[in-house]
């Protein structure tokens, strides 16, 4: 079973650049989630989705843009990429069952940003 | 504001004693609380899921309890291994998942 599966695992980016992390997961979960990962600051949201066509902000929304075009999917885009977005992202999905679901976690992207 | 407290942040423990790992949260109106580890450049992989009516759950040689009045869960591993050692992780599921910081195990061999 793949679970949770983040594409791309690892990526170095220039000041400014733009990029596109995917997460797919084939649990046919409700809920997405956008995570990222930084020393000291533990795991802290981004975006999130309850379902295909919504997204919702979360802690730290700025400078992250998200989509979630078909159930499966759910985008996490950099438009203009700033060294404060150096980190580890992770995404994550669960059920919804009355927000009792389980949450599963994919092996998680590491992004450079110089 | 739920806040998710675990401590220590690290801690060593020699191989084959049972340990306790600590999650303390402020609000008690909860859904869930979740157990998690992760290896070094890992995800988290998910260990034990307790449901706000329940008061354990047990996998293994896990076993975590949760007490909603008092703001605490405890993860229990018995008979401590090498292959333990990792960051162990709990989340609160209110509105939002709030995680704790972790809890960085080392068995010592």
């Known amino acids: 079973n793949a679970g949770v599966t983040q594409t791309p695992k690892f990526r170095v980016l220039k000041t400014g650049q733009s990029m596109t992390l995917l997460c797919a997961q084939d649990m046919n979960h409700e809920y997405m989630y956008w995570y990222r990962q930084d020393p000291g600051m533990g795991l802290r949201l981004i975006h999130y989705s309850v379902g295909e066509g919504t997204t919702a902000k979360g802690e730290v929304p700025d400078g992250y843009n998200v989509s979630r075009l078909k159930k499966q999917n759910f985008l996490l885009g950099l438009e203009s990429a700033a060294p404060s977005q150096t980190s580890v992202y992770f995404c994550?999905?669960?059920?919804?069952?009355?927000?009792?679901?389980?949450?599963?976690f994919g092996e998680g992207s590491r992004l450079t940003v110089l | 504001k739920q806040e998710v407290t675990q401590i220590p942040a690290a801690l060593s423990v020699p191989e084959g004693e049972n340990l306790v790992l600590n999650c303390s949260f402020t609000d008690s109106a909860i859904y869930n609380l979740q157990w998690f580890r992760q290896d070094p450049g890992k995800g988290l992989t998910s260990l034990l899921l307790?449901?706000?009516?329940?008061r354990e759950q047990t996998s293994g040689r896990l076993n975590a309890s949760l007490d909603k009045s008092s703001g605490r869960s405890t993860l229990y591993i018995a008979a401590s291994q090498p292959g333990d050692s990792a960051t162990y992780l709990c989340a609160v599921r209110d509105d939002k998942i709030i995680f704790g910081k972790g809890t960085r195990l080392h068995i010592l061999p």
């Open positions: 307790i449901q706000s009516s329940q």
């Open positions: 994550a999905s669960s059920y919804y069952l009355g927000q009792t679901g389980e949450l599963f």
